[in-house]
Each structure stands twice: as structure tokens, then as C-alpha cells.
């Protein structure tokens, strides 16, 4: 009787062993298949190398473009004495030597900022497309540009201060620079290669304080 009993015992412990090995092979399947939905939820987020151009922003208003540097003698400067160098009529301009969106754009509108305006007004013209003799259409009411002085071509790597060095000894009288062109200019710590500024020689400013 006690040795049934023992079996009996013995029969129920072993059921017990076996019902929880195969609940605990249950939990785990159902954690492995939840996670493999949970990586099917989020494979909805992920963004393929070959989309990577989805996430970017169109940043055409915060990346200025660098104009490319025209070749422009300054030999034999001539001092500009209030004579606008700006031709407009009719709303056209005619593409010249050395010319960029970026600075048409300035001569029209009297803001550089406005060439993506100016682009769009001419079936999306891109910079390389531009060529000497090319008319562009524009809506400008006029701009009267009348720089004083004498020109600098701007070069890639000029700074207000490396140019005040250049043509007055010292990069700290940058500020004149700054102030003689801040029409063209908006912040003194970002000028662009292509744009031609101007500077009042040192005997222009010593007449000045006669």
C-alpha cells in the first residue's frame, strides 16, 4: 500500500516537471513572436541608406552658395563717384562677364538673398546655366547702386579684416570696409567670393576730415 502510494506520488511530480517546462517554452515563443513583431513595428521607422535624401530638408535657404571668382583687372582703379553701374530696363537684364544669381540678384533687387526668386522667374535657371549675353526676366522696381571708392574683387579666403590689412595696413579698420558697403554686406562675417566691394583710400578719408 505505501509503496502505491510512493508511485502515485512519484507519477504526479513528474506530470507537475513536465506541464511547467511546457508552459515556460510557451512564454518563450510568445516573447520571441512579440518581439519579432515589435522589430516589424519599427522597421516602418527605419530609413534605407539609398532614402536618406528623404529625411534631409531642402536647405537652399540656409547654404549660401560660393560664388566662383571672375577675372577682373584692378589696375589703373578708377574712384567711383556716385555713378550707379546698374543696367535695367524693361524688366530684363542681360547675363555679363563674371555675373551669378547671387549677385544679379543684388544689382536688380539690391538683396543677394533674392536669387532663388530671381531663378524661379526664369524657369529655374541654375548657376552653370548662366552664360555672358543670357536675358533674364525680372520684376524689379529698380535699384540704384552708387558704391564709393575704389573696387576688391572679393577672392575665396578674403575676410574684412584680411582685406583691411591688404589696402590699409591693419586688419583692425575692417569696420570701414564694412560701413562703406552695407548695402551689399549684411553680416561683416560673410561675404562672398565674386562680389566686388569697395574702399575709400586712405587720402579720400583724410579730405574728408578737411
Known sequence: MKLSKIL??????????????KRKNVDQEATADMSQEVSAEDADFIVDSEDEDLLAEDSDDQVVEEVAASEVSESDPVIAQGSSNIDIAGGDYTVQKGDTLMWISFKLYGDYRQWQHLSSM????????????????????GFDYNPQGLPHLIKTGDTLGSISGEKYGSDKRWKEIWDNNKEMIH????????????????????????
Open 8 to 21: 502515485i506520488l512519484l507519477a504526479l511530480l513528474t506530470l507537475g516537471v513536465s506541464c511547467s517546462s
Open 122 to 141: 526664369n524657369n529655374g535657371v541654375q548657376e552653370k546655366s548662366l552664360a555672358i549675353g543670357m536675358v533674364l526676366k525680372h520684376d524689379s522696381a
Open 187 to 210: 553680416d561683416p562675417n560673410l561675404i562672398f567670393a565674386g562680389f566686388t566691394l569697395h574702399y575709400l583710400p586712405d587720402r579720400d578719408i583724410a579730405s574728408e576730415d578737411i
